[in-house]
């Protein structure tokens, strides 16, 4: 009997200890996406400063932006894989990093060439909408890989 009650105490911990280490994948696709979501206070603060031509504004959004994805991608990355991730956690770390590039390059850019047309200079034109293409696209290309990562997790989950 004491050897039984030992064995189901052993059993009991592992289960408990088991259940505990990798999240469910609800939970785990909620964390993801939190992430994800928490840039959409960075972009529409990054809009609400662009359509004001405050740029000075926009500056300090992006780089406030940029700091915070910079540790975004680190949660992401520091979340354990759950096995039903046939990419999801890929697709929001690649992401992730996009809006990032975006953050440090291409706003950087548009910021500054919005600027010199505040100044004057129109010749800086076709340059901004050049750098607001680029960043549309990026963006709609980030979202529909997110997007097909995720259909792609939701059909393993209900496989099982």
């Known amino acids: 009997m004491k050897k039984l009650t030992t064995m189901m ?42 359509t004001g031509d ?26 354990g894989a759950i096995k039903e991730d046939g990419g999801l ?12 590039q975006i953050a440090d390059e291409s706003y950087k850019q548009l910021i500054e060439l919005r600027t010199k047309e505040k100044g004057g200079d129109t010749t800086v034109q076709a340059q901004i909408q050049t750098t607001l293409d680029k960043i549309n696209t990026t963006f709609e290309t980030i979202g529909g890989n997110i997007n097909k990562a995720s259909d792609a997790f939701e059909k393993q989950v209900n496989k099982q």
Request: hydrophobic letters at 35%; charged letters at 25%; proline letters at 2%.
């Open 54 to 79: 405050d740029y000075a504004k926009a500056e300090t959004v992006r780089k406030t932006w940029s700091e915070q994805l910079g540790k975004s991608i680190g949660e992401v990355e520091k979340l």
């Open 89 to 100: 956690k890929t697709a929001v770390t690649e992401g992730l990093k996009g809006y990032k």
């Open 9 to 50: 105490a052993l059993f009991g911990s592992l289960f408990f200890a088991s259940c505990g280490s990798t999240p469910n994948p609800v939970e785990y696709n909620n964390k993801l996406m939190t992430v994800m979501n928490e840039n959409e206070k960075h972009m529409n603060a990054m809009n609400a400063a662009m």
